[in-house]
């Protein structure tokens, strides 16, 4: 896939890929393009009745692509939010698991009981998601502390918020525990500017969350969150940082919501499209794909076969899905309990 073209015998100016391969770049492209891909096909279903609900991430494409390569798996624990599909599929989640939660059936790795898009997975490391606002932080934390206690060295805690997370107090109590104890964790916050319907001028008077760290005793980096290549940078010297026993960093990416803040909401009550219209001119997806071409990496034509691809495995994902059951009433409640599902007998 990653063929090179006679781009690269042009003078096309070299880009910043701090180290990463082709392979590499392909991969994030197509973490991004399977993100906006499934997405797609949530919104789809919930539309035609299917499912009850989806949520949206189209503009944070670039940040959980980044973030997902700097993610060391098999010994990494990411603990992220409901709009972090990217990242989830970044880190291995395949496409059928997507499917399986968005149709709640009992082949889901929860049995079908999450909501859509709460994902969990021992396996890949990936911790079991919270609806509640800000209420993953504390559980990060304590992960991270739990290694530090177990004297564990390499490994670190990713776990990920939105700006609206960062106006609750288990936001500041996780960073204020994190800074103390000096964990290995990386807060990792996904700026989209809009907090549901609340914009960020309405939130803080300090626009720049990364600057709250210095507060705390930790480092605060911003990059930008339309780039994946600097997202993958920044994540990846935190969590290095991290890992080495440096300690806990606040990370901002600025990015934006394209979409509804879910298939509930319509987000053309709190602002315009000219303004949505506007911020899509910097649309991560295809200036990503336009940068990977310029440079060699890939030709026009195998981009357009990776989104073949990419397609059918969506299609083909959705039908099997589809036609799974759904859990067992019996099953209500199991996995709720350590040792009987009926604790108060």
């Given at each position: ?185 990386v807060f990792l916050c996904e700026n989209n500017e809009w907090a549901i319907s609340t914009p960020l001028s309405k939130q803080m008077a300090q626009p720049d969350v990364h600057k709250r760290a210095a507060g705390y005793g930790m480092p605060g980096v911003a990059v930008d969150g339309m780039n994946p290549v ?18 806990p960093t606040l990370v901002e990416a600025k990015c934006y919501r394209f979409l509804s803040h879910t298939t509930d909401d319509d987000d053309r009550t709190y602002r315009s499209r000219e303004e949505v219209d506007e911020r899509r001119k910097n649309d991560p997806v295809p200036a990503f794909e336009r940068l ?54």
């Amino acid at each position: 896939m990653a063929t090179k073209s006679s781009a690269s015998a042009k003078h096309v100016p070299a880009f910043e890929r701090h180290g990463l391969s082709d392979e590499q770049l392909v991969s994030m492209l197509r973490t991004m393009l399977m993100q906006r891909t499934l997405e797609s096909r949530g919104f789809q279903l919930n539309r035609q009745g299917k499912i009850p609900f989806a949520s949206a991430s189209e503009g944070h494409e670039a940040v959980q692509a980044g973030a997902a390569m700097a993610f060391h798996r098999g010994s990494d624990i990411l603990v992220p939010y409901y709009r972090d599909l990217g990242l989830d599929l970044g880190i291995g989640l395949s496409a059928d698991e997507v499917l399986l939660s968005l149709f709640a059936r009992a082949g889901d790795l929860s049995g079908g009981r999450q909501f859509p898009h709460h994902y969990a997975s021992r396996e890949l490391g990936l911790h079991s998601i919270s609806s509640v606002i800000a209420a993953q932080l504390p559980h990060a934390a304590g992960a991270a502390y739990a290694i530090k206690l177990r004297k564990q060295t390499g490994r670190a805690v990713l776990v990920t918020f939105g700006d609206g997370a960062t106006s609750e107090g288990e936001w500041h109590e996780s960073l204020n525990f994190a800074a103390i104890h000096a964990l290995p964790i990386v807060f990792l916050c996904e700026n989209n500017e809009w907090a549901i319907s609340t914009p960020l001028s309405k939130q803080m008077a300090q626009p720049d969350v990364h600057k709250r760290a210095a507060g705390y005793g930790m480092p605060g980096v911003a990059v930008d969150g339309m780039n994946p290549v600097a997202c993958y940078k920044a994540v990846a010297d935190a969590m290095e940082r991290a890992r080495s026993g440096g300690g806990p960093t606040l990370v901002e990416a600025k990015c934006y919501r394209f979409l509804s803040h879910t298939t509930d909401d319509d987000d053309r009550t709190y602002r315009s499209r000219e303004e949505v219209d506007e911020r899509r001119k910097n649309d991560p997806v295809p200036a990503f794909e336009r940068l990977l071409i310029e440079n060699g990496v890939l030709t026009a034509d195998a981009v357009a076969e990776l989104k073949r691809e990419i397609l059918t495995e969506t299609n083909e994902a959705t039908d099997r899905a589809e036609a799974m059951p759904y859990p067992l009433p019996r099953d209500l409640y199991s996995k709720v309990y350590a040792d009987t599902y009926e604790p108060w007998r």
